[in-house]
């Protein structure tokens, strides 16, 4: 035990984590952020390359980074990342943000001098091929926690500006203090008095003595949008549930209403102001999730599953090249109703779709079939369409009596607690990519049957309400059901005299 003491200097890291937290008694933050260093830094995928540090060389902003590819490198870590990612992420954007600044070469100065390459802050975007979580099943177990959730964003917020850092300054002694602000939805907590210690004949500081200077305050983008669940989730006879969510700096601006969604993120709470904050209430909060990580879960060509396995893809090649292919899928349509091959035929070719075509003068031909079932009542018009609703993987059923032209194509509705203006897409922005089902088409008003044509023929709809103007997706196929003028089909007379 000699020499114990003499003149090494001896550290413990365990002091940086802040105290009262057991679940990191073994994995400190000191620790963590050197593990998060050599993770981004050493890591190699299965072809032997360096997936993340090739990736902050090019994205000097952000960087993907798979939770599996964590988890195979420290488990651990990965753990503590789904636990508390509120703690741990920050350190995961420190590591990246001196990991860029290491692997960046010194430049030129004013002066002629090498200097350091100035890097400002890398966003860490999380990906997980985990199954999602129904959003019905989200409660307190999950406070704090990684969740997964997918479902079809149906609004989406101007931006705003979060403060990350408010600058302060004392109306008495003019001092100024930085203060942190809670990511997301969360403010910052203001010290009630000013630490200022008065000199003799000098007037003290009063309680609240802080005023905001918004000029010397950091800031970041802020976006929020409102997720709702697919409507193949939902319970039959039940409303569809929806969960606030908030996207900040390069997240903002990518998702327009009626896109598809996965999202990953922190699920949390904040206090709502509005009519609906009610005295007493203090321990009431509103949930939302702190987006950490997004993918759209549709592209361009198919809303389907995005893979199949080998032996479905050889299936799905054997039935192609059957000669009566054509008439077998007809037959599967509506097995159960009697008759009617020539509505089966109609409906197969809508479930299938044409080839869309973009001409060389940009002009686009869209390749999605409508169709219009008209013919007296009791014909299975109405099974039809029932029967289009479950099969189809995207699709909306709705009645022609109960339906408006905003309910149809979108709405400008204002938000109840910051008193904006927002876009809400409606069935035929939800339905991009599948099939909108309208029966009692004959049933519709005039002026809302109007307001889909543009999106049945160029396939987007054009708003322009409260100051918003923009131009949604509506790649829909319509199949609608209608009864003639009189009631039941004459066929004494003409086709355009009886619709």
Not at 59 to 78: G, K, M, Q, S, W
Not at 119 to 134: A, H, M, P, R, Y
Not at 157 to 164: G, L, M
Not at 178 to 185: K, N
Request: hydrophobic letters at 35%; one cysteine or more; a neutral charge.
């Amino acid at each position: 035990m000699s020499g114990w003491d003499e003149g090494a200097v001896f550290y413990s890291d365990q002091a940086q984590f802040p105290q009262g937290d057991p679940a990191a008694a073994d994995i400190t933050r000191h620790s963590a952020l050197r593990k998060f260093k050599e993770f981004l830094r050493g890591f190699t995928s299965p072809t032997g390359d360096f997936p993340y540090r090739e990736s902050l060389v090019h994205n000097r902003d952000h960087v993907t980074v798979a939770i599996e590819d964590l988890d195979a490198f420290d488990a651990e870590l990965a753990d503590r990342i789904r636990k508390a990612p509120a703690d741990y992420l920050p350190l995961f954007e420190t590591a990246g943000s001196e990991v860029l600044a290491s692997l960046r070469s010194k430049v030129a100065g004013e002066t002629g001098e090498m200097e350091e390459p100035v890097t400002g802050d890398v966003q860490i975007f999380l990906s997980s091929k985990e199954n999602c979580v129904s959003m019905r099943s989200i409660g307190a177990d999950y406070m704090s926690k990684l969740v997964k959730i997918a479902g079809i964003a149906i609004a989406a917020s101007r931006v705003k500006a979060k403060a990350t850092h408010v600058t302060l300054l004392c109306k008495n002694c003019r001092s100024v203090r930085t203060v942190p602000c809670r990511p997301g939805l969360g403010g910052a907590i203001v010290p009630r008095s000013c630490d200022h210690v008065p000199q003799p004949g000098e007037e003290p500081c009063p309680l609240d003595p802080w005023i905001a200077v918004p000029d010397k305050s950091k800031y970041v983008d802020l976006q929020t949008l409102k997720l709702q669940e697919n409507p193949e989730d939902v319970p039959t006879g039940e409303l569809p549930r929806n969960v606030l969510l908030s996207v900040d700096r390069h997240l903002v601006q990518t998702i327009v209403p009626g896109t598809r969604l996965t999202v990953i993120g922190i699920y949390s709470v904040f206090q709502a102001s509005g009519t609906n904050n009610q005295k007493g209430a203090v321990g009431v909060k509103q949930p939302y999730i702190r987006i950490v990580g997004l993918e759209q879960s549709r592209d361009d060509n198919t809303n389907g599953p995005s893979h199949f396995t080998l032996d479905e893809e050889m299936e799905f090649k054997e039935f192609a090249q059957r000669p009566d292919a054509y008439a077998k899928i007809c037959s599967m349509i509506g097995p159960s109703i009697y008759g009617h091959g020539d509505v089966k035929k109609a409906i197969a070719c809508l479930l299938f779709g044409g080839s869309k075509k973009r001409l060389p003068d940009g002009v686009r031909l869209r390749g999605d079939i409508h169709a219009l079932l008209l013919g007296d009542p009791s014909t299975a018009k109405s099974q039809f369409l029932k029967f289009v609703e479950k099969t189809a993987p995207i699709a909306v059923y709705t009645s022609g009596k109960g339906s408006s032209a905003a309910g149809l194509t979108a709405s400008v509705t204002r938000d109840s607690n910051s008193r904006e203006f927002y876009l809400e897409g409606g069935a035929m922005v939800l339905a991009d990519g599948g099939v909108v089902c309208i029966d009692e088409f004959d049933k519709m008003r005039p002026e809302d049957r109007v307001a889909i044509h543009e999106a049945m023929e160029q396939q987007t709809i054009s708003i322009a309400k409260a100051g918003i103007t923009t131009v949604l997706n509506s790649r829909t196929s319509v199949l609608a059901a209608a009864n003639p003028i009189s009631g039941r089909y004459d066929d004494l007379k003409r086709l355009h005299k009886i619709t």
